[in-house]
Structure formats: structure tokens, C-alpha cells
């Protein structure tokens, strides 16, 4: 609604997002809803002729419009209409043309797509500037309450969140309920449509194994040349997270492994928002990217609901109640790979990049460090700009590493957070969080 009102034709807004997150989906609805009339061409069925407009006619968009009205069986309205270009790196000449038909200035244009950056996909056209990048992520905490019918909980959170005040033992056990089926779910469209029909998570967990499916058919069909690599690490993903520090640890693909060869890989599942990636930072200072170290990483999936399909087939799900575990918090398992991801997926669809902090000293106990998030402040100053994240999926915990970062870095830090189980509550100078406030950091 702001690109469409502020923009005003100037740029093409660009949706990019994983396969099945609901971009066509959520780009018809507004184009049906916010415009008199609207084109909608989807690369994935459209046929040659209309494709060969794109190339025939940039010099002649007259009658590149006549001949799309005609194909479409629509009246185009100038500035009242909108042509949606649905998966647009399955023809990048059409991507190329935006730059003409944004000039032209007549219409509204609205791209959707993934891996968009791939060099097959941009290979020998040149990246409009016109384009506008939103990035579409799985539903969100406060989407999955909308369509679980609840529209009261979330501003009682925020309102809550904002005055660091503790919700109460009732509301707190319901909003960490609705949580609990926020993991197990996930957010991919399919997947909640399906909870929010049947409540049942077997049927649940068959629509997200459809959704992972169809991403080995994409990395088989789409990552040509190191396809064996990106199934690697998608397969490996799972007990890759399994471990104590969740870094990933390539040794698991091969032991003579190494970054640079598996480097397209990671950037693959990257670009097709499969996977949300953290970086190692070497400093919790001012420009964390400044300080990265790009060969150590974490390797989250992109939504936890997907993860947990993934990890586990479908008769440990029937046998062993898995999910009924997980929402009577009765986890036998490592429950720490659960919660980390899920808090990785909540920071990235809140906009923030994902780091960590790592420090290794077999010399001095106090210079060795692990803290899973740093995130920063949205206007950087000379002080106080980073806050420090330990995640804890457990009632039993204990806050070395931070206490640690927060004697050696406190110049560098502003609040510090224990995301957890519990309630909201303030202590020595650091605030705990409940899992489902993260969204509001």
C-alpha cells in the first residue's frame, strides 16, 4: 500500500521469497482489491507469444499494450491498472524490460520471483534499478493468531512488551500454547490453512512434506552443476542444528570439505530463502558485517515448521507423539535446535540480518564466549548500539557467556536479552523474554 501510494508508478515493486510463502497469492488479492483492472502473467504457464512481446516490442509499447489487452481479454486504465509479472526469473528479458515500462509511466507494475540472484537467472540482462525488493517471509507469529481467529493476544504482547511488563501466569500460558503450535505448524501458508481446517498435525505435517519435496525437485531442477552439494547441506541441516553450537560444521559433507568449494551452495538455498544464515562476527561493535567471518556460520531452516518435518519421518511422528511433546513442552530431544531456529526465523522476518558472536581462547577462560544473536540498533551511534541475544529453550540455564560479553563489550552494548520459556522480567541489568515477544525486538 506505501509503494503503491508514495511511489506512484516511479518503481516496480519486486516480491521475493521462497517457493510457496504466498506471493502470487497475496500480489493477486491486492491487485484485485486496490486497482480497477489487472494483467497477471505467469512465467510458469504463459506461452511464447506473449514472452516474445517482451523482446519485440520495448521500442513500441503501444502496441505492446494493444497486444497484452488482447491476450489478457482486459482494459488496460492508465494509472489505474496493474500488470503482475509472476516468477519473473523464469524470463529474465521481461525482468530486463522494467526499466522501459516503468518510464512509460501508464501502468502499475508487480513482480514476484526467487532466486532471483542466481547467475542463470540474471546471465546477459542488466538489473533494473526500477525495482523496489520486499522480502516476503513465512507467516509470523502475530499472522499465524489472525488466522487461528485470535486478533486480541498480540496487542496485549506488544503493549506488554513495550511497557517491560510481565503478562500474568494465565495469559502467558495461553499466548506460550498458541506458540507451541506456532513451532510445530510453521508458517507456510499450505501448512497453517490445513492446521487451521482440520487442527490435525499428521495432516498438517503431509503438507509441509509436499512443500519439502517440491524443494529437492527445485535444487534437482534449478541447481545445475552443484546440486549434489546443495542437497548435502539441505539433508545435513537437521543434525547440523542438533549440535551443541549449531555452527556448521562442513567436515559432516566430506572430510576434505572445505568453504570455497560449497560456498555456491550455501548462497543457492540463500537466495531461494530455503535456509536464514548467520554469520560469525568477530566483535559485537559498531558494523557487524564489518567484522564478519564469512567461513564460520550457522545454517537455520527459513521456516521452523518445515524444520521439523524435515528432521523427523513420519512414523517417529505416529510413534512417539513427537508434536503432542512438544506442546506439553515434554521434549526428549535436543528442543534447543527447535527454539533457536524458530527465534532466527523471527529476527530475519523482523529485518534484522542474523550474527553471532564466537570467541575461542584455550589460554583464558574468560575470553571464551558463545552468544547465538546479535542484532543492532536502528540508528547507529558511537556507543551502545548492539544487543546480545542467548537463546534458552530450558527452565535451567546458566548466563556465562553473556555476563562475560557484558564485562568485556559494555561499551559496544545496549540491552541485553535472555529470549525463554518463561515470562517477562528484568534482572542485573539484562532483559528476559518470552519467545513470542521476539518479533517485537
Not at 482489491?33 to 504457464?45: C, G, L, P, T, V
Not at 526469473?89 to 524490460?97: E, H, I, M
Not at 538489473?127 to 496485549?156: Q, V
Not at 501448512?191 to 509436499?210: C, I, L, Q, S
Request: hydrophobic share 40%.
Amino acid at each position: 500500500m506505501a509503494w503503491k501510494r508514495e511511489r506512484n508508478g516511479e518503481s516496480a515493486a519486486f516480491v521475493n521469497g521462497a517457493r510457496r510463502v504466498g506471493k502470487s497469492y497475496i500480489v493477486r488479492a491486492f491487485a484485485e482489491r486496490e486497482y480497477r483492472s489487472f494483467i497477471f502473467i505467469d512465467f510458469n504457464q504463459v506461452g511464447e507469444q506473449v514472452k516474445q512481446l517482451f523482446d519485440d516490442y520495448m521500442d513500441d509499447l503501444d502496441t505492446f499494450y494493444m497486444y497484452l489487452s488482447s491476450y489478457a481479454n482486459t482494459p488496460l486504465y492508465r494509472r489505474e491498472s496493474v500488470i503482475v509479472l509472476d516468477e519473473v526469473q523464469l524470463y529474465p528479458r521481461a525482468r530486463a524490460a522494467i526499466k522501459f515500462l516503468v518510464a512509460d509511466g501508464r501502468y502499475d507494475f508487480i513482480e514476484t520471483g526467487s532466486l532471483v540472484s542466481i547467475k542463470k537467472n540474471v546471465e546477459g540482462i542488466l538489473i533494473p534499478s526500477e525495482e523496489e525488493e520486499m522480502l516476503m517471509y513465512p507467516m509470523d507469529f502475530e499472522e499465524f493468531l489472525w488466522a487461528m481467529g485470535n486478533e486480541t493476544l498480540m496487542p496485549l504482547v506488544r503493549h506488554n512488551f513495550e511497557k517491560k511488563r510481565e503478562m500474568g501466569q494465565a495469559l502467558h500460558r495461553k499466548a506460550m500454547d498458541y506458540f507451541r503450535q506456532y513451532l510445530i505448524v510453521g508458517g507456510m501458508p499450505q501448512a497453517v490453512a490445513k492446521y487451521v481446517e482440520t487442527r490435525d498435525f499428521n495432516k498438517t505435517d503431509h503438507a509441509k512434506r509436499m512443500i519439502l519435496n517440491l524443494y529437492r525437485n527445485d535444487i534437482r531442477r534449478y541447481a545445475k552443476g552443484y546440486e549434489a552439494k546443495v542437497t548435502k547441506i539441505f539433508d545435513t541441516l537437521p543434525s547440523q542444528l542438533q549440535k551443541h553450537e549449531k555452527r556448521f560444521v562442513l567436515r559432516a559433507l566430506g572430510e576434505s570439505a572445505r568453504m570455497r568449494n560449497y560456498e555456491t551452495a550455501f548462497f543457492w538455498l540463500s537466495d531461494a530463502m530455503i535456509v536464514n544464515i548467520a554469520y560469525n562476527t568477530t566483535a559485537p561493535a559498531i558494523g557487524l558485517g564489518l567484522n564478519l567471518e564469512d567461513t564460520t556460520l550457522k545454517c537455520y531452516m527459513a521456516d521452523t515448521g518445515l524444520l521439523l518435518s524435515h528432521a523427523f519421518n513420519e512414523n517417529t511422528i505416529v510413534s512417539e507423539g513427537l508434536y503432542q511433546k512438544i506442546l506439553t513442552d515434554k521434549l526428549e530431544f535436543n528442543g534447543g535446535m527447535i527454539i533457536e531456529n524458530v527465534v532466527a526465523q523471527m529476527l530475519r522476518a523482523a529485518g534484522h540480518s542474523l550474527y553471532f558472536f564466537s570467541k575461542h581462547d584455550a589460554d583464558n577462560a574468560e575470553e571464551r564466549m558463545e552468544i547465538d544473536f546479535l542484532i543492532a540498533k536502528d540508528k547507529i551511534t558511537s556507543r551502545h548500539n548492539i544487543s546480545p541475544i542467548e537463546v534458552k529453550s530450558t527452565s535451567r540455564y546458566t548466563l556465562r557467556s553473556l555476563q562475560k560479553c557484558m564485562a568485556k563489550y559494555a561499551a559496544h552494548l545496549a540491552a541485553p536479552y535472555v529470549v525463554h520459556t518463561a515470562d517477562l522480567k528484568e534482572e542485573n541489568g539484562i532483559v528476559f523474554l518470552p519467545l513470542y515477544m521476539v518479533p517485537l525486538l
